[in-house]
């Protein structure tokens, strides 16, 4: 069965490789329930303006909508589960000698299926950051009202996400960049390939010496550059891999 729905060489090149980079989007989330971002009409950028609720001149203007949007986005998440995706990177994170989840979802559903030293590269939807003195504290609580003041400045604090125009935190920078530049193999699950710097950490890997493998429902920017692509819903082809190997 392997052989008939993975690219040859694929399993090879994963069994030999020392050391594997998974780099995640939002894809991953999907069949948990969680929408996607640019997929047309289903997507969260579809229906509605990144401007006006995830930059800090959004919140700035507006706390109380932007906080709803996120309190929105916090029950959704909190009343879904992690799939077979996130269970099948988990289970993989434990087989292969060294790795490193990357993800750019804030839904903590990698955490919750057991990777637990996942790089949160846009932050976590459970947590919050204030943007005057970057304090950042926990937000278990999916339905509090209003954004709660930082207890070290006092200043409102906003959800611990990545916004448009700000920085991806340092340490997660540091830690995906030195991964990817060291890995001998990067699968990029989910994404679109379209949002920098995560876009790029790919390239990075290949300019390393990396084999990239892409998984995906349709063809991205980042097809081009693979060297294996695998066509198809996460949950079904990384449940698929993981038995494999
Ligand atoms: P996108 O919405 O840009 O892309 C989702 C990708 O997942 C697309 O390429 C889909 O084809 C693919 N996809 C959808 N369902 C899938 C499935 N079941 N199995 C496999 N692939 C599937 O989401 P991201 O690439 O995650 O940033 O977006 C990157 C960043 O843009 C997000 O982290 C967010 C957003 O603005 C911040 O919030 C800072």
């Known amino acids: 069965m392997a052989s008939a ?3 040859a ?3 090879d090149a994963l069994r030999q ?3 594997v980079v998974f780099l995640t989007g939002s894809g991953v989330s999907a069949e948990s329930g969680v929408p996607t971002f640019r997929d047309a009409l289903t997507g969260l ?3 509605f303006r990144p401007e006006e609720l995830a930059t800090p001149e959004a919140f700035q203007r507006d706390p109380q909508l932007v906080w709803d949007w996120y309190r929105e986005r916090r029950r959704q998440v909190a009343a879904v589960l992690p799939n077979p995706a996130h269970y099948a990177i988990a289970a993989l994170e434990a087989r292969l000698p060294e790795t ?4 750019q979802n804030v839904d903590g559903l990698h955490r919750r299926a057991g990777s637990a030293d996942a790089v949160e590269f846009h932050g976590n939807l459970f947590s919050n950051r204030c943007r005057a003195c970057d304090h950042v504290a926990p937000q278990p609580d999916p339905e509090l009202a209003a954004p709660p003041p930082c207890p070290l400045c006092g200043a409102l604090m906003g959800p611990g996400v990545v916004w448009f125009g700000e920085a991806i935190p340092a340490l ?7 991964a990817a530049g060291e890995a001998d193999i990067i699968l990029a699950i989910g994404t679109s390939g379209l949002v920098t710097p995560a876009a790029a950490l790919p390239d990075v890997a290949r300019q ?3 084999l990239v493998v892409e998984v995906n429902l349709h063809p991205t920017p980042l097809s081009a550059q693979a060297d294996f692509v695998m066509t198809g819903p996460a949950a079904l082809t990384l449940p698929a891999l ?3 190997l």
């Open 45 to 47: 950028w579809a229906r």
């Open 242 to 244: 993981a038995a494999a």
């Open 208 to 210: 390393g010496g990396a």
């Open 9 to 11: 060489g694929l399993l």
């Open 5 to 7: 729905i993975f690219p």
């Open 172 to 178: 997660a920078l540091e830690r995906a960049w030195r």
């Open 17 to 19: 490789a020392g050391r």
């Open 100 to 103: 490193l989840l990357v993800t």
